[in-house]
């Protein structure tokens, strides 16, 4: 094995490595989202990355798939509603939240999703939470309800107007449903696994943008449109949905969200300083909340 090959495989081995740099694409997701208005439409946007996708893994990737099949075959059901739930209703919501708020709304309230990752370790396997975990819970959900209402108390009655925020918030609990899925998957290579997820993502979109397109609303890329969707395909489809279903291989969903955090941390940098949006004093104190939130929460899980 050569120097290159050797480094290459330790660094697929190494899971912080893998959900850092998964955490650096989903920031940029949080951008392209944004760029995408105009540009390209939301649906369009889904089923174009994932049939990038598809196309560079039937490439590169044909023969661990066809290895992983009968591994696979017998759960082709669970493998197409996994990636419909992560990979095609998660992007839909998401990019059409993005048409109605801001790109530090969308990374802060996404950053909501390890609470909803430990409730459904709980519901769905009694993993035992302590009081202090509800306590970063109830901060993490105070620290989104700040960004809802933009600071002001007295817009609580207002929150039914912040269609987009809401919609962060449902397309993360899709992706945690997702990520509760990954403790359980069928048991193949990585590789194998993630091509049969990204054609289940393709198939489930066709019929958004075929919805789209009877409804008038396709908005075929233009050249940033394009950039959006080459980036969308290569980095947040292809290489950070690899990374992170080979981290939480690794080292289980519970302690591969924790490093989630720096999605929101990141993407409100992202969006201040490339959509030169304005961070405000609300947007600090509701990223400190939902990072302090979660962090307490997550470290509290893993004590014995």
Request: glycine share 8%.
């Given at each position: 094995?050569s120097?290159f090959?050797?480094?290459l ?5 190494n899971p912080?490595?893998l ?9 940029g ?5 944004r ?7 939301p ?9 990038i996708?598809?196309?560079?893994l039937?490439a ?26 992560g ?20 990374s802060?309230i ?32 105070a ?6 209402i ?40 990585s ?12 198939l489930?979109s ?22 959006v969707l080459?980036y ?40 201040a ?5 304005p ?21 509290q899980?893993?004590?014995?």
């Amino acid at each position: 094995m050569s120097f290159f090959q050797t480094i290459l495989r330790r660094s697929y081995d190494n899971p912080w490595l893998l959900i850092t740099l998964t955490c650096v694409f989903w920031a940029g997701n949080i951008v392209a989202a944004r760029l995408a208005i105009g540009e390209i439409s939301p649906m369009l946007l889904v089923c174009g990355r994932w049939a990038i996708a598809s196309l560079i893994l039937l490439a590169v990737a044909r023969r661990p798939f066809v290895e992983a099949w009968p591994a696979l075959a017998p759960h082709w059901l669970r493998i197409f509603l996994m990636g419909c739930c992560g990979f095609t209703l998660f992007h839909a919501v998401y990019y059409v939240s993005a048409y109605f708020t801001t790109g530090v709304n969308l990374s802060i309230i996404q950053g909501v999703s390890p609470v909803f990752v430990l409730i459904g370790a709980w519901v769905l396997w009694r993993t035992k939470v302590r009081a202090v975990q509800v306590a970063g819970c109830a901060l993490t959900i105070a620290g989104v309800i700040i960004v809802a209402i933009h600071g002001d108390v007295f817009a609580l009655h207002d929150l039914s107007f912040r269609i987009g925020d809401l919609g962060v918030l449902v397309a993360s609990m899709i992706y945690s449903g997702y990520t509760l899925s990954l403790r359980n998957r069928p048991k193949a290579s990585s590789l194998g696994f993630f091509v049969a997820m990204a054609f289940a993502g393709l198939l489930s979109s066709l019929p958004l943008v075929a919805l789209e397109g009877l409804a008038g609303r396709i908005v075929w890329p233009t050249h940033i449109g394009w950039m959006v969707l080459f980036y969308t395909a290569i980095f947040p489809s292809l290489l950070a949905q690899l990374f992170f279903i080979r981290a939480v291989e690794i080292i289980g969903p519970g302690r591969a969200t924790i490093f989630y955090n720096m999605t929101p941390v990141l993407g409100a940098v992202f969006a201040a300083v490339l959509l030169h949006e304005p961070f405000e004093p609300y947007h600090a104190l509701a990223l400190a909340l939902v990072i302090g939130g979660v962090t307490i929460a997550e470290r509290q899980g893993r004590r014995p």
